[in-house]
């Protein structure tokens, strides 16, 4: 009874859905602008990823879409950032799945009926919830990896289908039971090496490296950084603000840590009264 009760949620995707238009040319230009400005240190990685989307349009596409790119760099530098806010800009939803230490592949293909932990996969849940446009996040794919000898599967052979178009338009989940449709939806992947990820997947990518940013971006990362904050606390924008001395302590930092020291900052009882709202 409760598989049936489950199962009855997912008779909705038998249904034609809408997918996302393609934005204008103007729309996709302005777009790629406003990632330019926030993340300056990865120009190269963005014409990668907005080059595709621009050609597509050029040529009469009518729905927006891309090949799944893997952005590749150290820790630190962004790339999960940059793709989220990509997805806020193109206006679709985004899940983000952590694949470090994934082991096998019950995330991307969900779990047989009959035990306990059965579900459809996150692939197919998120599109349940939200529709077939929907931005994945696959992060740190470099780290997952099935056991050998282990009967759970790879994880990243388990992408093989899902990035490969024409598979994707039949990707099967075991709890389901059925054939899928999820080509529609946008894959980025992200890595900090090449080194651990296998050759026919990287066959299925378009690679773009995102170095580390530098101190001369500093500034950049300390606002993104506050209106992050802004968008997670649900405050107005423009209501955290740091002095100049307070932004010259965070030159240098990587974002994670001036992330930290930002917190810290707004957070200092001595600003009190500067940080309360009246």
Known sequence: ?????????????????????????????????????EFPWAQAALETIMSEIRARKRF???????????????????KSRLSQRLSELLEIPSTVINMAGMTDTKTLKGVTRGWSSN??????????????????????????????????????????????????????????????DVSHCLYILTANSLSRISEPLLSRLSLAYVPAPGPEYSLTIAHGILRDLEKTWRIPEGALQLDPPEMRKLTG????????????IVGDSADLKRFTLH
């Open 1 to 37: 009874r409760s598989d049936n009760d489950l199962l009855t949620q997912y008779e909705v995707l038998r249904k034609p859905t809408a997918l996302a238009a393609m934005p204008s040319l103007d729309r996709i230009e302005a777009i790629q602008e406003a990632m330019k400005r």
């Open 119 to 180: 579900r459809p996969s996150r692939i197919v849940e998120s599109v349940l919830r939200t529709g077939p446009s929907h931005l994945f996040l696959l992060d740190e794919v470099d780290k997952a990896h099935g056991y050998n000898g282990g009967n759970g599967g790879d994880p990243q052979e388990a992408l093989l289908d899902l990035l490969e178009p024409l598979n994707a338009r039949r990707y099967g989940d075991v709890f389901l039971q059925t054939e899928c």
């Open 253 to 264: 930092l990587s974002p994670r840590e001036m992330r930290r020291a930002v917190l810290a």
């Open 60 to 78: 009469g596409s009518k729905v927006l879409g891309m090949q799944p790119v893997l952005l590749c760099g150290p820790p630190g530098s962004g």
